[in-house]
């Protein structure tokens, strides 16, 4: 892994954080969107809008032959409203390039993703593409991961099997592991529900353990009902995080 800086770019008025997120969305793509590219990932999140706003501005000829696969509705939203064209992983399973954010990403370049639930999605669409690039506010960028993003690894689950889960997980070393519920109706809300009609458990782990996410990954993989966890290990090739200042740090 390494990192460098590259020089500021012009700013309009975006809070610090929207702009850390669009510079680091306009570098990437500007970096690894080719005309060469022909099928393209879109992951999730606040992030990813901007990277489809430069894809657009790529321009009509370069985009008119691509095809560009969502990890979920808002991607899907956003491919469709910016007249690009949609397809769907199942059509093509081999991907040139994916670009999607992160909760956090550490200095190995391993990451938590599933803030917003789509992770499972997500991971098949990294999973697939020859490059994988991940795009960040610099409030993301950590050396472990766990320090910044404190809600825990989420966890993909069947909902038959969540309960039992819940109990697992705890006992994996994840005592305060919830179940994610729908946010502002108060306890009547329901757990969330994810594109693929499955549940979310957020697990915070320790320090310690969050330092090695692969042997992390491999154990929440083995319990029966878990359909993906939120930690892509070993899966980015480079994440670029926007900073404050106007800068972009890249690691890869
Ligand atoms: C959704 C994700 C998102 O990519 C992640 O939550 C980052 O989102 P944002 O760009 O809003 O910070 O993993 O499941």
Redesign the pocket.
Known sequence: MQAVQSPPKPEIQLSKVESS?RLAAYEAVDRHILPEHKIIGI??????PYVVERIIAQGEELNHDRVFLPTGFQSKELIVNGRLRLGDVDQYPNIDVTI????EVDHDLNCI???????LR?KVLAEAAQTFIVV??YR?NSDVLGTTYKQGV?IEVAPFAYAKLLQNVHHLGSPTATLRMAKGAGTKAGPIVTDNGNFVIDAPFDEQTMKDPYSLLKKIKMLTGVVEV?LFCGMAQAAYFGNADGTVTIKW
């Open positions: 997120k992951g999730s999140g606040s992030t990813v999607d954010g992160a909760d993703k599933g803030g917003g639930a789509c992770h997500e960040a506010d993301k989420p939120g």
